[in-house]
Nanobody, 117 residues
Framework: VQLQASGGGLVQAGGSLRLSCAAS????????MGWYRQAPGKQRELVAF?????????ADSAKGRFTISRDNAETKNTLLLQMSGLKPEDTAVYYC??????????WGQGTQVTVSS
């Protein structure tokens, strides 16, 4: 399974970014897709995920500011993370991941998000 993340960049505090993660695996085989992030010197932390049936969960730090969705069209399977009201503490490398039916987990390569104050 290949996951290709994109959409990171530099934005001012209060701005917005949309991260995308394109998966090579069929949506039929995916149980969960989501995002983690890792800031310099910190542990990787969960940001948000969405399950096969559309249930979503967010870290407390992301609630009310981030939304997560999936495009399960037949020819593509893309995960989206819309981030608004960005804060300098959101600065991190964001990694998408997927958990397949059968519990195998795969990671994307990461995309850098930098929020300037």
């Amino acid at each position: 399974v290949q996951l290709q993340a994109s959409g990171g960049g530099l934005v001012q505090a209060g701005g917005s970014l949309r991260l995308s993660c394109a998966a090579s695996e069929s949506a039929f085989n995916i149980h969960v897709m989501g995002w983690y992030r890792q800031a310099p010197g910190k542990q990787r932390e969960l940001v948000a995920f969405i399950t096969r049936d559309g249930t979503t969960e967010f870290a407390d730090s992301a609630k009310g500011r981030f939304t997560i969705s999936r495009d399960n069209a037949e020819t593509k399977n893309t995960l989206l993370l819309q981030m608004s009201g960005l804060k300098p503490e959101d600065t991190a490398v964001y990694y998408c991941y997927t958990v397949l039916l059968g519990s195998l987990t795969y990671w994307g390569q990461g995309t850098q998000v930098t929020v300037s104050s």
